[in-house]
């Protein structure tokens, strides 16, 4: 199994805030998307955001890969067949 590869902190702590407000309001997709829009509005460029967004994917990726002991790409590949179909 791969090893993270840690994101910038400061990169990181925007896209588990914007997470986090997706996960609390699962009937309400907009507060994530609020949230995004207060990044940008705080002057958080895009490419910080998408850096940010990437390196919180590949963390919960290799917990997922650790709790399932399946190959991360063997997750993304099922993940790609159920979603993308």
């Known amino acids: ?15 588990i805030a914007i997470l986090t407000a997706w996960a609390n309001s699962p009937d309400d997709v907009q507060l994530a998307g ?26 919960l990726l290799v917990q997922l890969e650790k ?8 997750l993304m590949t099922d993940l790609a067949r159920r979603h993308m179909t």
């Open 34 to 59: 609020d949230v995004l829009l207060s990044y940008v509005e705080e002057d958080i460029s895009e490419d910080e955001l998408v850096s940010g967004l990437i390196g919180l994917a590949g963390i």
């Open 67 to 74: 709790a399932t002991g399946r190959p991360a790409a063997e």
């Open 1 to 15: 199994m791969s090893q993270p590869r840690l994101p910038d902190p400061e990169r990181l702590g925007p896209a």
